[in-house]
């Protein structure tokens, strides 16, 4: 169950182009790369009609402080998804 009072951020995964095998690899990848914690809800989608992006789509309002926090952990998610992808697509070039 996801808890309200956490950050909620949605990983949404690039997935165009590739076949239903590379997909599942993608998104083990990417699932190997980030870290949870207690502090986040994490939900991960593929999609195929756009590209990778991380999104925080949490209802609570934030302090100025906390969001700047958030915005980190966006930037860094964001790099660790970006980087998991470009490891799967070495290894299978």
Do not use: W
């Not at 790369?33 to 992006?53: A, C, F, G, M, Q």
């Amino acid at each position: 169950m996801l808890d309200k009072d956490k950050l909620f951020i949605v990983v949404y995964v690039g997935v165009h182009g590739f076949g239903d095998q590379t997909v599942l690899e993608i998104l083990e990848n990417v699932v190997s790369h980030i870290k949870y914690d207690d502090s986040v809800n994490t939900l991960i989608i593929p999609t195929r009609d756009s590209e990778t992006r991380v999104e925080c789509i949490n209802p609570v309002l934030l302090t100025e402080e906390q969001y700047e926090e958030t915005r980190k952990r966006i930037e860094s998610l964001t790099e660790k998804v970006e980087e998991a992808i470009k490891t799967l697509k070495e290894n299978k070039g």
